[in-house]
């Protein structure tokens, strides 16, 4: 005949004398006396203390070091200024007089990629600081239209049409233009005219 051998689930399991048996552990005795609060302790204080630490490292440390970084490049910037005496002050006049010199004639270029069906025609003015800008432009026109032309050929349709392409190509001419007149001479272009046939 069949015995049922499944303990009944408040009883621990007993031999016929009552004692347990040997290697088998009671389960009321493994609960903790203290209820589920202990249990879930640990995860109370990581969800209470993570944002308070994440908050306070943010406001006491991140956010000064920043702070400092950036007085420290304006310290540095107004330490070279000061020393600097009154180069600095022609430097600031500089800056704020802007010269425009546009170039004698509009570019035209053929576009790459296109097998000389498309072209590219485009009006460029250089923008100075120095007093003797427009002589310097006038003085190397040609050579400042045929570096534009060089740069200008080399872009196709499809760099044309990406978003932010005018910028990136007034950034490719400016450093054009400064290596023909000098690093520096050069700050900004305008392109009054920029078409694609």
Same mark, same amino acid.
């Given at each position: 005949?069949?015995?049922?051998?499944?303990?009944?689930?408040?009883?621990?399991?007993?031999?016929?004398?009552? !004692?347990?048996?040997? +290697?088998?552990?009671?389960?009321?005795? !493994?609960?903790?006396?203290?209820? %589920?609060?202990?249990?879930?302790?640990p995860?109370?204080?990581?969800i #209470?203390?993570?944002?308070?630490?994440?908050y306070?490292?943010?406001?006491? #440390?991140?956010?000064?070091?920043?702070?400092?970084?950036?007085?420290?490049?304006? !310290?540095? &910037? %107004?330490?070279a200024?000061k020393?600097?005496?009154?180069?600095? +002050?022609? &430097?600031?006049?500089?800056?704020?007089?802007k010269?425009?010199?546009?170039?004698?004639?509009?570019?035209?270029?053929?576009?790459?990629g296109?097998? +000389?069906t498309?072209?590219?025609?485009?009006?460029?003015?250089? #923008?100075?600081?120095?007093?003797?800008? &427009?002589?310097? #432009?006038?003085?190397?026109?040609?050579?400042?239209?045929?570096?534009?032309?060089?740069?200008? %050929?080399?872009?196709?349709?499809?760099?044309?049409?990406?978003? +932010?392409?005018?910028?990136?190509?007034?950034?490719?001419?400016?450093?054009?233009f400064?290596?023909?007149?000098?690093?520096?001479?050069?700050?900004?272009?305008?392109?009054?005219?920029?078409?694609?046939?």
């Amino acid at each position: 005949m069949a015995v049922n051998r499944i303990p009944h689930a408040g009883n621990p399991p007993s031999e016929a004398n009552g !004692a347990a048996k040997p +290697g088998i552990e009671s389960t009321t005795a !493994a609960a903790p006396k203290g209820g %589920s609060f202990e249990l879930w302790l640990p995860l109370i204080i990581n969800i #209470v203390l993570m944002p308070a630490l994440a908050y306070a490292l943010t406001v006491f #440390v991140i956010v000064p070091r920043l702070r400092n970084g950036e007085s420290g490049e304006s !310290a540095s &910037k %107004s330490t070279a200024e000061k020393s600097a005496g009154t180069t600095g +002050g022609k &430097k600031d006049e500089m800056v704020k007089t802007k010269i425009v010199a546009p170039l004698s004639s509009k570019v035209l270029v053929n576009l790459a990629g296109t097998m +000389g069906t498309r072209y590219l025609l485009a009006n460029v003015s250089l #923008v100075g600081a120095k007093t003797d800008f &427009k002589a310097d #432009v006038e003085k190397n026109d040609a050579q400042l239209r045929d570096a534009a032309a060089g740069t200008l %050929s080399t872009k196709s349709i499809a760099d044309l049409e990406k978003p +932010g392409s005018r910028n990136l190509i007034r950034t490719e001419l400016i450093n054009v233009f400064n290596s023909v007149l000098g690093e520096g001479t050069v700050v900004d272009i305008y392109l009054t005219e920029f078409a694609i046939q």
